[in-house]
DNA sequence: CACGGGATGCACTGGTGAGTGCAATTGTTG
DNA sequence: CAACAATTGCACTCACCAGTGCATCCCGTG
């Protein structure tokens, strides 16, 4: 009944994974409270006896999905700034470029930020252990990671700022988080056009705010 | 046993007062699914059969209050708007008072931002038209309200822009949106100074971005 | 003082869900 | 084939909770 793959080849031992999976898609659907074993065993095509077997209780699969989420995106986050930030070819386009893949994987991956949306319900609730990986794994750590390459871009004349995490937090703040609050994290997506809109607009005035006085600044709003 | 004042006075008969205001509590400590009536009929010192005199259900009840909360804090940024920026003396200072302000409601008000987070936990099981009077006429409305501000601002000639809500909208990203965003929407409360220097460089730049080229712009972060 | 409406306490139904115990089964390995 | 571990199905306990029905009580009003 398994898929096809016999547990032989590396990685989690197959069940393991599909419990994973069925848990991150009804956790993020249902939130923590609503959630039942009994349905994410239907999902993962698993005994609810076996989800006891993988984890100590509901508690515990959800922080260890939680938390396997949010590096999951920091790695995804962490491809695309070597993509696009890596080597800079037009800072706006590249930076536009880069914006846009990250905001983008906010509505391709919906059973993830379904999961953030309810890890912030569950904030207050969460250990402190978890809360300290979730900032120091998950989304809050995005600008964190992006700084060095911002402080690479300002080393070769193309940005000019004082503190690079500032500046990567405000890029930040200028595009991802500008799209994320307005679309809920993802629960009622922006058009596609209102978000190249406004992923544009936002690292224009990044440029704006940054850019050394060489290259004449785009336009205005 | 009830409070003091009888429900002689105008608003609402007393006993719906106390169940609302409970159950804003509550509903924002445990979230919707956690959160039990009779918890919510302890706290407002009601039998839990009053809750359905005045509610039709649990469903409704949380409805209620989230909108009520909604119109609440519109009508407090509403105040806030008036008293900082109807007359403008000095434009950074005024803008950064506002803003302040508006940024240390979100740890005053510890109660009604715990029920965003549990609201946003739930937009996806919301019905429409309580997410469109949500959109409408809480927290998502904030930039459509200050826009006719900053506009009078504008026409001053103390600000520059094509698009007022936009401008709004830019603004509000760059202080009061990063403070949320970074503290969980309250959940994990920014050190005050932390605050202060997040919505003064969020002003400054700001300005940076709008303010016409006369009076020599602050200097970068 | 009699009346009536809201408030109260309480017991009860029906439903759901976390977590457990166990015996039977399946797949893997030597 | 035999031994072993993981998996499964199922029944069961315990607890919680939304919502209801009802008899009682407390209140201000007429």
């Not at 209780?57 to 696009?84: C, N, P, Y």
């Not at 209102?194 to 050394?212: C, N, S, W």
Request: net charge neutral.
């Amino acid at each position: 009944m398994p898929g096809a793959v016999p547990s032989a080849s590396g990685g989690l031992p197959d069940k393991r994974r599909a419990i994973s999976q069925a848990a991150r898609r009804v956790f993020g659907r249902e939130g923590y409270a609503r959630a039942s074993l009994d349905v994410i065993a239907a999902e993962a095509n698993v005994a609810k006896r076996t989800i006891y077997n993988h984890y100590a209780g509901k508690e515990q699969l959800f922080l260890s999905v939680a938390i396997e989420g949010a590096d999951a995106v920091t790695e995804a986050v962490r491809v695309l700034m070597e993509r696009h930030l890596r080597k800079i070819v037009d800072l706006e386009e590249d930076l536009i470029a880069f914006c846009l893949d990250r905001a983008k994987a906010v509505t391709e991956f919906p059973d993830h930020f379904a999961l953030v949306r309810t890890i912030h319900a569950e904030v207050t609730r969460l250990p402190d252990a978890v809360l300290e990986r979730w900032t120091a794994h998950g989304p809050p750590s995005a600008h964190k990671r992006l700084a060095p390459y911002l402080q690479k871009i300002a080393d070769r004349g193309l940005l000019e700022f004082d503190d690079a995490e500032k500046a990567a937090n405000r890029l930040n703040t200028l595009t991802t988080n500008d799209v994320l609050i307005r679309s809920f994290y993802g629960a009622v997506p922006l058009p596609e056009p209102v978000v190249e809109e406004t992923i544009t607009e936002g690292v224009q005035a990044f440029l704006r705010l940054y850019a050394p006085p060489s290259a004449a600044p785009h336009q205005q709003n």
